[in-house]
């Protein structure tokens, strides 16, 4: 069985920075990797994915973080979001998402099949 967890969440103030993991157990491979955001009254949106190959992390980013979020991996089943800058905007609760099928679209919720149950982040002065 495979499970996500999130960690890594926390209250910043607006500039400061956070450094989100999630730990991917289970035997899996792993094809696409994202990380999501939900705001209270906001549809879930993808913040930041990447395409998994065994020597290749291809990344990209939504539009609204780009240049100051960063996806990232350590060995085969550690995802890291590093999130500097922080707007109060960045405040939501953010998960981690996976799956096995190499297709689909990395933004859109439907297309991943496995989530951790999520990390607060709140940006705030």
């Known amino acids: 069985q495979v499970h996500l967890s999130e960690s890594g969440g926390g209250s910043v103030q607006p500039g400061g920075s956070l450094r989100l993991s999630c730990m991917i157990s289970g035997d899996i491979t792993i094809a696409h990797v994202a990380w999501f955001r939900e705001a209270p009254g906001r549809e879930r949106e993808g913040v930041a994915a990447a395409r998994v190959y065994p020597d290749y992390f291809h990344t990209s980013y939504a539009d609204s973080v780009r240049g100051r979020f960063t996806i990232s991996r350590a060995a085969e089943n550690k995802i890291y979001l590093q999130m500097d800058d922080l707007e109060p905007e960045d405040t939501a609760m953010y998960y981690c998402?996976?799956?096995?099928?190499?297709?689909?679209?990395?933004?859109?919720?439907?297309?991943?099949?496995?989530w951790g149950p999520g990390t607060q982040v709140t940006v705030s002065s």
């Open positions: 998402a996976a799956t096995r099928r190499d297709s689909g679209n990395l933004y859109r919720v439907e297309d991943y099949e496995l």
